[in-house]
């Protein structure tokens, strides 16, 4: 196939060029004068399936002939050396073997690091080991560098560095994948010294960026019909711009350092190196202007010595558009709008960027017309609905079953996804309602049990969930083995249902890669050791994060959305490169706990930059394409954003360019953006929509409330639309999922803790202590309250008050004592047809036969200015009492009603009886309920609340917001 020579043999292929294509062409045009059977005998060696796919695909749409032997660069070796190896370890029993070792130097030494980063540092350690196999890197390499300046932050690297030392001389004779690869190339690459094939063998499409691969790159430049034939090699740029891409330190950022490596490393020079093909530069001017743009920073003075060369800027920069979008939002709309019209046109458009999350909006935006883009990434199999499932079941095992672990479940497509599924949808119904409603905030078998006999529900339903639910709490260290195990049984437990019936958890796609992963971590099992349940549940996550599973649903054949990699073997009409900020183009390095970027170099290890290098290849490969969009949000969710190095690069240049028209065009480039961003804005466009005024509801008589409680006249008096929404409209706020320690608990347990002890008091003055009093305290916090934590903090706070509030007690009993707990209060108000209810916290009676009122309050108590305009609750009851709303007390004086402050700090607020009289707040009373039987009064919205920043349950009801409370209220007569 080729002429002997004394040299390597390379070729390329410039940017811009359908790679795949171009190399199916050079392979056809070369073959064309030999025998049919001659390229059949070629090895033809590329860097990805998808390139290999679409090579096969190229040739198989004709002429027809024989194919040559297609390989992968990973696997070459294996299929031509004669002298194989035993497979490679599983990755991942050396990731669990990892971890095995990183836990035990952590239980050791846990002030190396802490105990959550286990799994991260495993991984990290794991890439390190990748990476000094593939490159060739000995340990003695690490630990002979010059760390004098280092020595704190080293000594705790080397005891992880050790780790993968030792982990490295126990596998000797069981080699992973980096280092069985490496050693396979070695071979074959020994073999071909003493027995160099005489058939042509082509390496293509790739950069050299590791190790292995430029070893091998190397030596098949090197053979007599050997050839590489590079991807995306910049034949504009200058000798001198090659010549100073020699140092990594400087120049590894660049797209074209890894080609300048390889030229050098082989002794040529670019001149050496022949284009595969002619002709298949879509726009030669931009290459030339991209080129230009992306030279080296010690170089950039070239852009005034040979940017006024640049004379067709209008021709390089036509077919491209500059889209700067306001917001992540408004880009990726702009985006799926072009891609809908590529549809619709039938023309082939992709989308390349590496941020996954302009590309869920994109798919996002693409759904509401039916389009669904063909997407290379697909979804992690985390984020599956397997996925989702088996790490919620892993959870159970983690933490005691709380109310939102159990409905997450109990509501999961894959869970009773067997037979029976509507009956179990909804006993799940009833379930999440009486969990609101009534609790326990940790549900335990005899609830549930009570829960179905008070529902009627399915005993069996009930028996299921408390088996595969319940108790399900692990604080003891197992084997993986067992945790995988017990998931499995549990998972496939709970997808089946209380019928028995088989689920679809291991069904489809995503379920059969869950499926594939659990088996083999069963097999691998024997190698991770004892774990905790929070240990495996984060090995599962990390595993299952590390996967990937397509959706086979038809997609758009011609809208896609690749990465980076993928968009080096794909040709498309339309390139989006979208996301061009810095941190997504080029994506921040990682960061390295290890070893900083100088003892890479020294070392020999991969520097940082090599990421970024590839990344701007791929950028400069990518908008060589014949129509180009660039775009970028100049602010992100909360600051404002740093245009890609790149772009900001070609932005300068061209403005750095007036006399060629460089200003011009990139102005026309903008204005191609700005097109697309205003129909954006009108697909976002809403029509205007008045605020909503401030309700002032009228119902009619007939249906207004007959009957309040005491506590409910303050929200008649503050706020009357919540008394008509909760009595009239009969709405009652839903109550949270999530039971928590909340001040209305508080208030509940307190009241009773008060309760009991004086109710107990009565029975045995001597108790009447501060021990005696934290005692009762600490029994029913214990009994109400489940949350520890919760019952030290309000523990702590009434042995803070217990003195004060003992101290008062006996003051009070001096002068009478208590006559009723929870007194009932039941008052007609004739001849209105409204009744007053409600209960009083105590009722005292003092030697002189008046009644003194006493009501606790684990909040601030109301000042005796709000009682009497607002907050009249003891001023009411203390005029129900002598008016006889007391159910079994007569009729009799009030001297004295107090709010009892049992919050932060003990306080008491009376009443002011003085002021208020019982008579007059009576009146008061009787005229407010008059009122609101009017039919021309209305129950306006927040009408008159301490402070604008409290919230009513019913305010998203009443549009508030939309209005506030400088507004007219507006009557609405209601029928």
């Not at 709970?494 to 019928?499: E, K, L, N, P």
């Not at 590390?546 to 040709?571: H, K, S, Y």
């Amino acid at each position: 196939m080729f002429e002997t020579q004394d040299r390597p043999r390379i070729f390329a292929v410039p940017p811009g060029a359908d790679f795949p294509k171009a190399l199916v062409e050079g392979l056809r045009a070369r073959s064309a004068t030999h025998s049919p059977e001659a390229l059949a005998r070629c090895d033809l060696v590329v860097n990805t399936r998808r390139m290999a796919r679409r090579v096969r695909a190229l040739y198989d749409a004709g002429p027809p002939c024989l194919l040559p032997r297609l390989s992968l660069v990973t696997g070459y070796a294996d299929a031509a050396c004669s002298q194989p190896l035993p497979p490679a370890l599983p990755a991942l029993r050396r990731r669990l073997e990892l971890t095995q070792l990183i836990g035990n130097l952590l239980e050791r030494q846990p002030d190396l690091a802490p105990r959550a980063s286990l799994f991260d540092l495993s991984d990290s350690l794991a890439a390190l080991l990748d990476e000094m196999q593939g490159e060739g890197v000995a340990p003695e390499a690490i630990r002979a560098l010059d760390v004098s300046d280092l020595s704190g932050h080293w000594a705790r690297a080397q005891r992880f560095i050790g780790i993968a030392e030792q982990f490295l001389q126990d596998t000797d004779s069981a080699l992973d994948q980096q280092a069985r690869q490496r050693q396979m190339v070695e071979r074959l690459i020994a073999e071909w010294h003493s027995d160099p094939p005489g058939h042509p063998v082509l390496l293509a499409g790739s950069t050299g960026s590791r190790g292995t691969t430029m070893l091998l790159m190397k030596e098949v430049a090197q053979l007599p019909q050997g050839a590489l034939i590079l991807p995306g090699f910049d034949f504009d740029q200058p000798s001198h711009v090659w010549d100073r891409l020699d140092d990594a330190l400087s120049a590894e950022d660049h797209p074209q350092y890894r080609f300048a490596k390889l030229l050098h490393d082989l002794g040529l020079t670019p001149a050496d190196v022949q284009p595969w093909t002619g002709g298949l530069t879509p726009c030669p001017p931009r290459n030339r202007l991209v080129s230009l743009a992306l030279r080296p920073a010690p170089v950039t003075d070239a852009w005034m010595s040979e940017g006024p060369a640049l004379t067709d800027l209008a021709h390089a920069t036509g077919d491209l558009t500059l889209l700067e979008a306001p917001s992540p939002r408004s880009e990726a709309l702009a985006i799926a709008l072009r891609l809908r019209e590529a549809a619709e046109t039938g023309q082939k458009a992709a989308l390349i960027t590496p941020d996954r999350m302009l590309t869920r909006q994109v798919s996002a935006a693409l759904d509401q017309w039916n389009i669904l883009p063909d997407d290379s990434a697909g979804l992690p199999l985390q984020l599956s609905p397997p996925g989702r499932f088996l790490r919620h079941v892993a959870g159970l095992f983690t933490k005691r079953l709380d109310s939102e672990v159990l409905l997450t479940l109990l509501k999961h497509p894959l869970c009773h996804d067997g037979a029976e599924r509507g009956a179990h949808l909804l006993n799940t119904r009833e379930l999440e309602l009486d969990l609101r409603r009534n609790g326990p905030p940790f549900p335990e078998g005899p609830s549930l049990a009570g829960f179905a006999e008070r529902k009627k529900i399915s005993v069996d339903w009930v028996g299921w969930i408390t088996r595969h639910f319940c108790d399900q709490l692990v604080r003891d260290r197992l084997p993986l083995s067992t945790w995988v195990q017990r998931l499995r049984h549990l998972a496939e437990g709970i997808s089946a249902g209380h019928t028995g019936a088989e689920g679809s958890l291991w069904d489809k796609n995503a379920g059969q890669k869950a499926r594939s992963l659990m088996d083999e971590l069963e097999r691998e099992a024997a190698h991770g050791g004892d774990l905790s349940s929070r240990d495996f549940t984060d090995l599962l996550g990390a595993l299952l994060a590390n996967e990937e599973v397509r959706d086979r649903d038809a997609p758009n054949e011609n809208i896609m959305i690749w990465g980076t990699l993928e968009a080096r073997v794909q040709g498309a009409d339309l390139l989006i490169l979208g996301g061009l900020n810095d941190g997504s183009w080029p994506e921040a390095p990682s960061p390295d706990p290890w070893l900083n970027r100088q003892m890479r170099h020294r070392a020999g290890l991969l520097l940082p930059e090599r990421r970024i290098g590839l990344s701007a290849h791929d950028f400069q490969q990518a908008i060589a394409a014949p129509e180009v969009w660039l775009t970028r949000a100049t602010r992100s969710d909360d600051a404002e954003t740093v245009p890609s190095r790149w772009l900001n690069r070609l932005t300068n240049l061209l403005r750095g360019l007036p006399a060629q028209g460089g200003d011009q065009a990139l102005a026309d480039m903008r204005a191609r953006g700005t097109i697309w961003l205003q129909r954006a804005d009108l697909l976002e466009a809403a029509p205007a929509i008045p605020p909503a005024p401030r309700p002032s509801p009228r119902p009619p008589v007939a249906v207004r409330p007959r009957q309040l409680s005491v506590t409910e006249i303050k929200h008649l008096i503050r706020d009357p639309y919540a008394i008509y929404a909760k009595h009239v409209l009969r709405l009652r706020p839903l109550d949270p999922l999530v039971q928590a320690p909340d001040a209305l608990l508080r208030g509940i347990v307190i009241h009773e803790i008060l309760e009991t002890f004086i109710k107990d008091s009565l029975l045995d003055g001597a108790i009447l202590h501060r021990d005696a009093f934290l005692k009762r305290a600490l029994a029913l916090l214990e009994a109400h309250v489940p949350w520890p934590t919760a019952r030290k903090l309000w523990l702590a706070r009434l042995a803070r008050i217990a003195d004060a509030f003992l101290a008062a007690e006996v003051e009070r009993r001096s002068d009478g004592g208590p006559i009723a707990f929870e007194a009932r209060i039941r008052k007609r108000l004739d001849p209105l047809d409204f009744t007053l209810v409600g209960r009083a916290d105590r009722i005292d009676q003092n030697r002189r036969g008046a009644l003194c009122i006493y009501d606790y309050k684990t909040g601030t108590p109301p000042s005796e200015k709000q009682q009497a305009r607002f907050d009249k609750q003891l001023l009411i009851e203390a005029a129900l009492a002598e008016e006889g709303g007391f159910e079994s007390i007569d009729p009799m004086p009030v001297t004295r009603a107090v709010f009892i402050g049992m919050g932060g700090s003990y306080t008491e607020v009376p009443a002011p009886l003085d002021s208020e009289p019982p008579e007059r707040v009576w009146a008061e009373m009787r005229q407010l309920i008059a009122a609101y039987f009017q039919p021309e009064q209305g129950f306006t919205a927040r009408r008159m609340l301490h402070r604008d920043t409290d919230r009513g349950d019913y305010d998203h009801l009443a549009r508030f917001g939309e209005w506030d409370r400088t507004a007219t209220p507006c009557p609405e007569d209601l029928t």
